[in-house]
């Protein structure tokens, strides 16, 4: 199967790259004919690549050429390259797949609307109604995109991760403070306001032993706000920002964390769990996010992302004993192996595509 995946930029660090540069090498492992399309062909060289075996051009070689595929997966909302990719493929009869990564949910429909109204209502709504499927990463996801009156079948695919190999036991012991972790986006919906209020009311003497590690980028300017909030609240001591990380250092971090919590008031799957999970981590998850299963599977909790609700849980796990949340770390690296191995997610993919691609395309514009 021929297939386009069309993402704006691959240098974003969020779940959205992560999918589509594993899925794409996935599939093309696998024999499938894969391009990944980006406004800038020098985006995709931050982090990880894609697999040689993926072709990797721009939006203007795809919609001035004459290729043709079975299959356009659009990445994403809000951004017009995107709108006439979907127009360009539904001209083409070819089929059309829309993955909107979390953009329709209720709290990013309301964040800055009065932005979006205008766009939702010239461009974007109009636009997804040319999609054949709607690809999500959660049943939740689902409920947010029938909310808002589409129709079309949806495809619940995860975002996958690899499964690193068992850390050697005999390593050195890190020489610093073990950390409570976050990855991510530094963004107010991430919860991070109120993960450091939390912090806050831990026992001073518990926080003395941990640092609280924020790794990510700053968006809209964020980080300084929480780094000015941290200051009020006289925690900035072991409250550390170092920045966005990829490849061994980002392994490092996980390595080197106690835990994994992601305070976030909204999240269509959150990636980072799985990456967590896949190092031997537990997590702490607000149940804003879709990860119920943390307990159900024994590997974490889900919580409220109140200040106080957080640092229950956070005391919790700081304080349990070593060995206790190496189990839970245990049971979530089986947990990760046996649900998000991106070949099972290819697959996944793979049967949704085929049964739309097996039948012409009703909408030309």
Wanted: some cysteine; hydrophobic content about 45%; charged content about 25%.
């Amino acid at each position: 199967m021929k297939i386009l995946h069309a993402i704006t930029s691959l240098r974003k660090s969020a779940g959205t790259t992560t999918f589509v540069k594993g899925a794409a090498n996935t599939l093309a492992e696998s024999g499938h004919d894969m391009t990944i399309a980006i406004l800038k062909i020098d985006d995709h060289f931050l982090g990880e690549r894609p697999s040689g075996k993926v072709k990797v051009v721009t939006f203007d070689d795809i919609l001035s050429g004459s290729e043709s595929f079975d299959i356009v997966h659009l990445h994403g909302l809000w951004e017009m390259p995107l709108i006439k990719m979907a127009r360009w493929a539904a001209k083409r009869r070819i089929r059309i797949v829309w993955s909107p990564h979390g953009a329709m949910s209720p709290w990013a429909m309301r964040h800055k609307w009065w932005k979006k109204r205008i766009f939702w209502h010239l461009f974007q709504k109009r636009a997804l109604r040319l999609a054949d499927l709607f690809h999500v990463t959660s049943a939740k996801e689902s409920d947010w995109i029938r909310a808002l009156g589409f129709a079309q079948p949806v495809v619940d695919a995860p975002l996958g991760t690899t499964i690193p190999p068992p850390r050697d036991s005999n390593q050195a012991v890190i020489d610093h403070k073990p950390s409570v972790l976050f990855v991510g986006r530094i963004y107010v919906v991430k919860g991070l306001a109120n993960l450091l209020r939390a912090w806050a009311l831990l026992p001073e003497a518990l926080r003395a032993r941990w640092r609280l590690r924020i790794v990510g980028p700053d968006q809209a300017g964020y980080r300084k706000e929480l780094e000015l909030l941290a200051a009020a609240l006289k925690v900035d001591g072991n409250v550390e920002f170092p920045g966005e990380k990829f490849g061994t250092e980002l392994e490092c971090e996980y390595d080197d964390a106690g835990f994994l919590v992601l305070p976030s008031f909204t999240e269509n799957f959150g990636a980072v769990v799985v990456d967590a999970l896949a190092h031997s981590k537990p997590c702490i998850a607000s149940i804003y996010t879709p990860w119920q299963r943390l307990q159900t599977e024994g590997c974490g909790w889900w919580v409220d992302n109140t200040p106080r609700a957080l640092a229950e849980a956070l005391q919790a796990m700081m304080e349990m004993a070593p060995e206790e949340r190496e189990k839970m770390g245990e049971n979530g690296r089986w947990f990760a192996a046996r649900v998000y191995a991106w070949d099972a997610i290819a697959a996944a993919l793979i049967s949704a595509y085929a049964k739309i691609a097996c039948n012409s395309r009703e909408i030309i514009v």
